[in-house]
Every structure is written in C-alpha cells, then in structure tokens.
C-alpha cells in the first residue's frame, strides 16, 4: 500500500488527529526571485535522498508491505543540508531546485514498489509453488533488466495526465498543498508567516527540525537499536503478555523504532485501525481456527498454520476497499458530468468533505506567475512514442527473463490495462492522499483470459498483473510531484528530468537494496514475512478457482461485505468524526496480515505522538522529525549490519 504523504502507512487517513481546521487561507508564493529549476547539485542531493526512500521502502516492504513517498521529508532535508552549508558560501536551494529534490528522491525512492521487490518478484522467488512456476531464483542482472523494464511508463502516463488530472481539476490534494505550503515557509524571504500556516507545516524554524531528526534518528535510537536487535533477537519479539501467548499465538511487541515511529507520524486512528485487525485475526479468528480444526500447523506457518487461514479474511477487507475505490472514482465523474449536462453549464468540481484544501494560491497569485512552459501536457507525440518504446522494451525484458512463458501480448495488455488503473491512483490520491495501488482489477482481467488448465496460468497472471499495478502506482507517485510543483511554480521540464534521472538511478539502487536484504536473511522469516506477496498469490489462487480454505467462505463474505458498505459510506460523507470510530478496509487488513508485533509499536508511537500534541505543542514539527528520523535511522542500521554482514561473513 503507498501512501504519497509523509505517513509510512499507506492508509487513506479518515479522522486522524493531525488533519487540519478548516479556516486557514491560501498561501502565496514568495516575492519574485530569480529561480533555478534545475542544477547538478539539486538533481544529485535528491538522488541521494532517494537512497534513503529507496532503503526504507525496501527494508518495510518486506517487512510489513507498506511502502512511503516522504516528499515533505526530502523537500525538508535537502533544504536543510544546503543550508547548514551556507557558511562554505554555499547558495541556499532555490524554490525549483527544491522541487527537482523532491522529484528526483521520490523516483528514486519508489522504484521497490515499482520494480515489484516488495509484491510480486518475491512471490515468484518465495511464495510461488514450483508446481505453478515459482521458486525462480533472479540473478541480478535479470532484476536489473527487469527494473529498467517498469520504470517509465508511470512517468508517462503522469505526463499525459497531468494537465486534465492535476492542473484543471479542483481536487484537494491535501498532501501536495502541506508539501507546497511548507515549501513556501521554508523559502519566505521575510516576515513571519501566516499564523494558518504555521499551523500547518509547524516549523519553529529549520536548524531545530534538522537537529531532532539527526538526535532521534540517524545518529543515535534507530541506528543503535537496528545493531542490538541483529545480535539480540528477543527484541523483536518481546513477550509482553506473557511467553505463552508469544508462543503460541505470536503476542508479542517489537521493540522497532521505524514501527514505532510510524506511529508517531500518522498519529494513533490508523494504528489502532490496525490494532482492531490484529485482535480480530488474532485473538479471535485464530484460536477459533486451530480450535474448529480448520488450521493445523504452527500458528504462522503460510501453508497449515492459522496464518494461511486469516489471510483469506485479510484480503477480503483488503479488496472490499480497493473495489469500492476503483468503481467510486470510476462512476462518480460520469454522475457528475450527467448532471452537470441535465442541471446547467456549471464547472464540475471534485467531491471534497470540507472546504479545508483550497487552491494555494488564489486566482490573482497564479495570474500574476510567469507563464508554464506545458510541454509535457502538449506534446502528445513525444509521450506517445516514449510509451510505444518503454512498451517494446518491456516486452523484451520480459521474453528475456521468463522466455516464451508470458506472451508479449499480455505485457502489452498490462500497459493498457495500466492507464485505466493510474486515472483511478491518481484520482484517489487527489482526493484522499491515498493510492489503492491494488493489482485487483488487472488480476481479474487476466484470470478471465488465461485458461486453468495452462500450466503457466500463475505466473502469467503475477507478472502481468503485477507489472500493470506498479505502472499505475508509480504513475500516482509522479503525478503527487507535478501537483506539489504546479502549486509553487515549478518547471515541469526540470522535474521530469529529475523523474528519469531518479527511476534510472533507484533501479540500480533498488535491485542492490532488494538482493541484500533477502540474501542475507530467511524469506519469508522472522523480520521478512513478506505479507504483499503472500496477499498477491492467494489472490491468484482465488481468481483462479483453487478455492478457499475450509470453514473461511462466510467470515471471507461476512467481513468483505461489511468494508464495502463502510468505504462506500466513508466515500459517501467523507471528513465526518464517525470515521475515527470505524476502521477502513485498508487499515484493518493489514492490521490482520501482519502479526501483532507489527501494529502494537505503531500504537504505542500514535499514544506518544496524541500525547506530544495535547500537552507538548500543537504543531506536527516535532513528531514529522522524530518519527521519520526513527524510521530512517532503524533502516540506515539494517543497511550496515547487512553491509557488514555480507563483507565479513557474519550472522
């Protein structure tokens, strides 16, 4: 799941604490000043950035399949890093040079998920059964072929989209006007700013927000316990309701700053959404599985074990919510446009529960910026012909790497089927800060086509279906980009340079970071269980007709219908206090995939950052910087143990 704002979890946030009051004004841009959209060292600091994304969204996708854009974190880092340099008559970042920053760390950053390392090519390593094409073994240079072959259609379809989806419709793109606001903070000249946005982006001023990240981060907690917990595995499983429920129905606590700190960064509604999945998949549909006989095995064994029978329920939440949202923001534009035709010649505007996400600039601010070069909305032929190249090179990566298994037509199914599936990202993303990144409605088509006596009807379907869902979810990722820069005035050309640049170099760098971490440790083990995978298999198997586990078919219905009919409420009467007291799909699923330890230390970080908040400060500045600087700092430390590891020959 890919969440494009600073919160780690990629749930669509219905009543979080943080969310904002719904009387703040629009920002405006900074006097006018020469700016530079493009240079050397933005495009390079951002890259390097990117690795730290790349590192974390690698480390916690196997981990927990979740995945982050962290585009205010970049934005803020690479502001900072360029400011703490200026005594060495270094110029401070200009505000299209902290655009570019931000683009290229998000490219680099995001290509896991786009690559699939943390859904479907460990499932073909892992998960599959050899029986149905799995247990390959990808040498690098197939991953890196592989990379290469998925990393531009998003930036393509963000491209061709971004005029009719991002520049002309009004949707609130909460994340992008928080992205944009702090960045106007950031780059004011003079006088203070408004006290609304203050409220907002809560910066009490930039040294100090560098400092807690690197105090509570990288250069103390995260590190240091990423190293204990290498040679004292008992944190990660500490049994604080006693050695008996630890052992035998895995309650238990990770003792894991990232976990802990994401917590911190969302606030505690979705972790205690989460929360409610674990007891309910945990506490309750486990012990009544192992005691009706239904599971057999160890409790989180993925075959006989309670585990294998829960994860039915999980994805039947898990769908339940994306279903709703692909058909929501399918329909609801045509029902618009319907009545728009029947009533009058009104504009059409996007669904908003309040009036909390204005434009950030007004009408007199945005005519008084210099013109956009559109070029990337315009020419129509270059995206064209980019699509129509990456398509034949992708169809190549794929014949090479699995042969005559997958035909080139279904890889030329899955970039159509991409563009549909991307809409709907980005259409989510604008309105809720949330992308679906769901496979749901690719897996479906190619079950439909592929018959089930073929003997490569798996893997077919996997790596067709995974390839159109990674297509699409980079595509909202870029398309978060493009908004944050059209609000502040970016150059489209200078952050598609930074996009390539970034998807090139987080291939690369995703491929390294995927094969270190799955060498060095058992998959799916301990530390990576690699839920995303394990959900996008059994999928398969479901569409495929293998059949449910016994006993599960009417929790699977029971469950599924009752996230439909409360996303569809949810999306229905969005922005209501309701929402708080009702977990999404989302949430709940991955609450249920993952084992306890997962979603208790993202509890207790939600408690510590409510607590932060009431009696502390009011503002987000101080528990954006400790929670991120935890999770960085927990994924920097896994990235030297297993650095050391692998020079060495340690375990």
């Not at 606030?267 to 005691?291: D, E, K, N, T």
């Not at 970034?502 to 990576?528: D, E, I």
């Not at 954006?624 to 700092?633: D, E, H, N, P, V």
Request: proline share 7%.
């Amino acid at each position: 799941m890919t969440d494009s704002s600073d919160s780690d979890v990629g749930i669509p946030d219905y009543g979080s604490l943080h969310r904002d009051d719904d009387n703040h004004s629009p920002a405006t841009i900074p006097p006018d000043s020469p700016d530079v959209s493009f240079s050397l060292r933005a495009l390079t600091l951002g890259l390097a950035l990117g690795v730290l994304v790349n590192a974390a969204n690698t480390y916690y996708g196997l981990q927990a399949g979740i995945s982050s854009q962290m585009p205010m974190i970049t934005g803020l880092l690479g502001y900072m890093i360029v400011q703490s340099l200026r005594g060495f008559a270094v110029k401070p970042l200009s505000f299209g040079e902290n655009v570019l920053v931000i683009s290229a760390a998000t490219a680099t950053g995001c290509m896991p998920v786009t690559a699939g390392f943390t859904g479907v090519i460990p499932a073909l390593e892992f998960v599959l059964a050899p029986e149905d094409g799995g247990r390959l073994h990808l040498n690098t240079a197939r991953l890196l072929l592989w990379s290469f072959g998925s990393a531009f259609f998003g930036i393509a379809f963000a491209a061709w989209l971004r005029k009719p989806l991002i520049e002309k419709r009004e949707s609130p793109w909460p994340g992008a006007h928080a992205t944009a606001r702090m960045l106007r903070t950031l780059h004011e000249e003079k006088g203070e700013p408004h006290q609304e946005e203050t409220r907002l982006v809560a910066l009490s001023g930039p040294p100090t927000n560098f400092k807690t990240i690197l105090r509570y981060g990288v250069g103390s907690f995260g590190v240091l316990q990423a190293i204990l917990t290498f040679f004292f595995p008992i944190l990660r499983t500490i049994p604080i309701f006693g050695i008996p429920a630890a052992r035998d129905w895995s309650w238990s606590f990770n003792f894991s700053p990232g976990f802990i700190g994401g917590g911190i960064i969302t606030g505690p509604v979705i972790p205690l959404h989460m929360l409610a999945g674990a007891i309910v998949g945990w506490a309750i549909l486990s012990p009544l599985a192992i005691h009706k006989g239904w599971a057999h095995g160890p409790v989180e064994d993925w075959e006989t074990g309670s585990r294998a029978w829960i994860i039915w329920v999980s994805l039947s939440c898990l769908m339940a919510d994306a279903a709703v949202f692909l058909v929501w923001f399918i329909i609801e534009p045509m029902k618009r446009a319907l009545a728009q035709i029947i009533s009058s010649n009104t504009p059409i505007h996007c669904v908003s529960g309040n009036n909390a996400h204005e434009p950030l600039l007004d009408q007199g601010d945005q005519n008084a910026l210099p013109p956009q070069k559109n070029w990337l909305a315009s020419s129509t032929t270059v995206i064209c012909a980019t699509i129509a190249v990456a398509s034949c090179f992708c169809i190549i990566s794929v014949q090479v790497i699995f042969h005559s298994v997958i035909p080139w037509y279904f890889v030329l199914l899955a970039v159509i089927l991409a563009l549909p599936m991307a809409v709907v990202g980005i259409r989510a993303l604008a309105e809720c800060d949330f992308n679906p990144e769901s496979p749901l409605l690719s897996q479906l088509v190619f079950a439909a086509l592929l018959s089930k006596s073929n003997p490569h009807a798996f893997l077919s379907n996997l790596v067709s279906a995974g390839l159109a869902s990674a297509c699409a979810s980079q595509a909202g990722d870029i398309a978060y980009d493009f908004k944050i820069g059209s609000l502040v005035g970016g150059s489209p050309r200078a952050q598609i340079y930074g996009h390539v640049a970034g998807s090139v170099f987080g291939s690369f760098v995703a491929t390294a970071m995927y094969r270190l971490y799955t060498s060095r440790g058992v998959v799916p083990g301990p530390v990576f269980q690699i839920p995303a995978s394990h959900l996008t298999v059994n999928t398969t198997k479901l569409l495929l007709g293998t059949g449910l586990p016994n006993g599960v078919a009417p929790f699977v219905a029971t469950f599924g219908t009752f996230f439909v009919v409360v996303a569809a409420l949810k999306l229905k009467w969005p922005g209501k206090r309701w929402h708080t007291w009702i977990p999404s799909g989302t949430a709940f699923a991955i609450g249920m995939a993952n084992t306890p330890s997962f979603s208790l230390p993202r509890v207790v970080g939600g408690i510590i950052s409510w607590l932060y908040l009431r009696h502390v400060g009011s503002n987000r500045d101080g528990t954006l910087g400790i929670g991120t600087g935890l999770a960085l700092g927990e994924t920097l430390g896994s990235v030297t143990i297993l650095a050391l590891s692998a020079s060495f020959g340690f375990v």
